[in-house]
């Protein structure tokens, strides 16, 4: 009986439902599309999956990706005399993988099948996997117009692995709706382990799967009260035929009207029992007493409440019987609704007491055909890599809104997008995170905080002009980056716009993620490194000082010295081309040097000032191993980091040097700081020393963003900074020590600086421009041999 | 939101208590605890030992004896009719208890809207020394006014009496029992009155049908018989109440016990839907046309799905995927008859209570499932379903009971109240 439904269900049902709607639409088939922009990266597709569901189709598609990419090579010894520059830099193209979802309505699939066979090139491709209730309806046409044979793979399979997907790779997946609070969504921060979890899918029954693990999931119960229920009872007491019409008319209605509710029978509270009167004590119990009717809309949001709280109970019954706190919610009756979020977030709520909260997916819709994909490309293996979402390439939540642009949805020719590109190395957590599963990169969430948002959105905005003028300039020889820098322009202007409205279409905002959608939109164009000329002739610049700075310092007492040093970081941090106030400068004082800068920094006491402690620890035994997260290029890494590296060395620590795997802005790139790292050892001892007995180590972080997540670290950096025991992690910079890890907690000793080159955000931490911030943190005792402990 | 419960049944309607409860009035530490709104508390809680005094006479209370139940739909009331009365005692009883006596007992309908159950009615009972006869008499809560103004005329208040009540009415309408007709009520715990009478009746019942009873062989409906249960060592038990909503209760003694939790979708919304799709307006008369409809019709199974079983799963091809989920396409709404529109109706009302007893039962490790309530009325379908979902799907570790007074045993709590206060 009951129990039953299953996604499976669903989506044929949700077919056979549509149906008429969708014939309707026949005439659409007609509108030209603008595919280009859709089904990208044709040339080399393969592996297709295909999901088909009730209204909406979602397209899979392996691809690789030509661009170009920015890399430094050494001049070699024979040729360096041609040149006074340290380095060349040429712009290669390289290969990436990319996963392709599309996501359109069915009254388009014939001329998306078309699109795809005419620009299809790739001729290996034999077979096209298949999911959702309408793949069996579309076989024939899919056959006929790909060519390829559809191999049929199992709804619920393909769900959970698109499940697990999207969980394991894309950051702030997750998120509790709370429809009052100041952001509706609240992103979840990924768990370093994500199982176990329920999911529950509301398709026209419901299904509730418990997952263990990748392999590893069965279906502990369901019910049959589902969106079918909905959407079927709904059509019979209103008439209306439409399930987005009927959650528009649930919107807009009164239950109480037609619930009878505790105080309808205790004519006030149920007392004992801690029962309030607004409680339904009976979904449509005053329907049978009434002689007249009851508005549509009244008794459409009586049904909604009656199966969202149905739903609920349910859900919360087999995740305590199963002992299970992580509930996701996801099927066509969650979809993009605020509405029924809402209700399910209601219910659980109120049957657990808070103890589980109802999760949801940003990319619920496109589970299926990620899991349809990942099972046809299982010799690929994707799995084993790390996948970040483009944010260049992806549309974000809600961008096809039935409740937002209800006109748009009736009849659209709105495709959403998700592209994943494939990362050169496996991302995990810093494994001297104080509590992985409660690390926060980001220090303002920008959804929660309107005054920050409104700021940081209009800085975005007001820093493009100068950002397309960088990347150009960066690439003088070729005539068509004009036209690309003005698309970028485009792109990530209309980005910014998306965010004004919908801050949370990618995951939480934050100041991380305006600079890493910058820097997907700049890629996106091929400017893979605006700066890297300037970053070129600063590092050149910088290296002729490099000795006379080391000479200095010698010169000075030990505590004299050590304070030097700090302010050395932190002068050389001053020079930053991401912040507005610098740059400006450096535009218009190409002079500016690294006195000049000294000049600029704040006396202390610094804004945060923990130096004195800092330097109490330094007469102390010398770390084991320190972590440096690094920052620009330039003065910051030759003449303020490096100097300081090489006490550091001096004292008998360790050093690990971790900078960016990809150009973003002018921070330092692994493959820069080599090169230079190599040219200081060529004239400095120590560093040379350093090298050459390993107690000096180059990593790559793994990321190419301004700011740093540490749960998303390069596996080998992991692995390094567990091998050595390290004890130290310093973070320097605007992006990586404030705006993000500001407040991380480490499970050993820390230090965070920077300097602060904004001035609203130095006035929002109370204090002007070029306040020095230096956090110097030892964790509470306890936590020193944890984190020594391999997991 | 939701639950708790209420149910209605018949012509006039009549209903139910529900809601639920949970421990008692007293100071007890959970009971008070503001979290405490539905579901799940954990056990331990409650318990209130309530003594009773067997000093008789003293303090029997004078009659007419009534327990009054007062829910969203129904109100129902038990009578305790003396059939040991003296001559003495004759000449004494005042007019007024006479009449009452008199109109209660000769007639079977009271109205357009009261009736008495006759066949509950049970005889030679004995109650604090007294022997006489139990009737069980239900009405539509909405008539509740005329039932005061009766009570009024009959001048009702002269007697003396204390009227036990409960349900949630008894706190509603208590101002007009004040008011109308100058009755001062007793107000008792709805859950509390419904355990207690469900032990009571079921232990004071020996002759005739057995209070509690079973299907045998649930599943295979050939076979499918009613035979007697005898509820000796009841403990624990889950009681599932079926009102116009539903309150599911883990009971391990007469005191101890929890409301684990509940739901809205109960007989109301069974009754509620009905009128509102088919145009029905009696519990009756819904009833009628679900016995006569199919709900394959309207639901999609399994099988409509997968063109039969979902081995993957192990999901039948006969079980229900999406209940009405056959009514979004257009031709088949066109298609289906009121008979099983009605019949869908009862059918996933009644799953879906079966599928939340189940899962409680699951997680309050209980094996054994008490049903009341007036949903359940002359409503052998619905048993039949649940005695079938609770056995297949638990693999017959689960058993369905049901008890012959369905809808009284609050009332009867109430009663028991007036001559054993706890």
Known sequence: LFWSGSTVAATMAEWSGLHSSTSRHTMDKSITLPPDEIFRNLENAKRFAIDIGGSLTKLAYYSTVQHKVAKVRSFDHATKATSDELYEISVQEEVTARLHFIKFENAYIETCLDFVRDHLVNTDTKVIKATGGGAHKFKELIERKLGLRVDKEDEMTCLIKGCNFVLRNIPHEAFVYAKHADSEFRFQTTQPDIFPYLLVNIGSGVSIVKVESEDKFERIGGSSIGGGTFWGLGALLTKTKRFDELLQLASKGQHTSVDMLVKDIYGGSYGSLGLTGDLIASSFGKSATADKGFPKEDMAKSLLHMISNDIGQLACLYAKLHNLSRVYFGGFFIRGHPVTMHTITYSINFFTKGEVQALFLRHEGYLGAIGAFLKGAEEDNPNQYSWGENYAGSSGLMSVSPDMNPMQRARSGTFDMLEMDRLERKLVNLPLLQDASSYIPDTVDLAEDALAREYWLYCFEEALDGVVKRALASQPDMPEAAERAEKFRQKYRHKLQTLRHQPFAYGSLTVRSLLDTREHCLNEFNFPDPYSKIKQRENDMALKYYQKVVKSLEELSWEERQFALIRGVLAGNVFDWGAKAVSDVLESEPEFGFEQAKRKLEERPWLVDSYDQWFERLKGPPHKCALFFVDNSGLDIILGVMPFVRELLSRGTEVVLASNSAPALNDVTNGELQILTESIAAMDPVIQAGLREDRLTLVQSGSSSPCLDLSRLDKVLAMVVRERKTDLVIIEGMGRAIHTNYYAMLSCESLKMAVIKNSWLADRLGGKLFSVVFKYEVPAAGHDSEALTPP | ?422
């Open chain 2, 1 to 422: 939101m939701a639950f708790k419960g209420h149910q209605r049944e018949d012509e006039n309607i009549d209903e139910e208590l529900t809601p639920t409860k949970q421990p008692r009035n007293e100071p007890d530490n959970e009971a008070a605890a503001p979290a405490g709104r539905d579901a799940s508390e954990r056990r331990s809680s409650n318990s209130t030992p309530r003594h009773r005094s067997d000093s008789v006479k003293k303090t029997r209370p004078p009659f007419p004896w009534f327990g009054m139940d007062i829910g969203g739909t129904l109100v129902k009331l038990v009578y305790f009719e003396p059939k040991d009365i003296t001559a003495e005692e004759e000449q004494e009883e005042v007019e007024n208890l006479k009449s009452i006596r008199r109109y209660l007992t000769s007639n079977t309908a009271y109205g357009k809207t009261g009736i008495r159950d006759v066949h509950l009615e049970l005889q030679d009972l004995t109650l604090c020394g007294r022997t006489g006869n139990l009737h069980f008499i239900r009405f539509p809560t909405h008539d509740l006014p005329a039932f005061l103004q009766m009570g009024r005329n009959k001048h009702f208040s002269s007697l003396h009496t204390t009227l036990c009540a409960t349900g949630g009415g008894a706190y509603k309408f208590e101002s007009d029992f004040r008011t109308m007709a100058d009755l001062q009520l007793h107000k008792l715990d709805e859950l509390d009155c419904l355990i207690r009478g469900v032990l009571y009746i079921d232990s004071v019942v020996s002759s005739g049908p057995s209070e509690c009873y079973y299907f045998e062989n649930p599943t295979d409906p050939d076979r499918c018989i009613q035979k007697p249960y005898t509820l000796e060592n009841p403990y624990p038990l889950l009681l599932v109440n079926i009102g116009s909503g539903v309150s599911i209760l883990a009971v391990y003694s007469e005191t101890n016990y929890k409301r684990v939790t509940g739901t809205s979708l109960g007989g109301g919304t069974f009754l509620g839907l009905c009128c509102l799709l088919t145009g029905c307006s009696t519990f009756e008369e819904a009833l009628e046309m679900a016995s006569q409809g199919e709900s394959t019709r309207v639901d999609k199974l399994v099988r409509d799905i997968y063109g039969g079983n979902y081995e993957r799963f192990g999901l039948p091809g006969w079980a229900v995927a999406s209940s009405f989920g056959n009514m979004m396409s257009k031709d088949k709404r066109e298609s289906v008859s009121k008979e099983d529109l009605a019949r869908a109706t009862l059918v996933t009302i009644t799953n879906n209570i079966g599928s939340i007893t189940r899962m409680c039962a699951l997680n309050e490790n209980i094996e054994r499932v008490v049903f009341v309530g007036n949903f359940l009325r002359v409503n052998t379908l619905s048993m039949k379903l649940l005695a079938y979902a609770m056995d297949y799907w638990s693999k017959g570790q689960l058993k369905a009971l049901f008890l012959q007074h369905e809808g009284y045993f609050g009332a009867v709590g109430a009663l028991l109240e007036l001559l054993h206060p706890a």
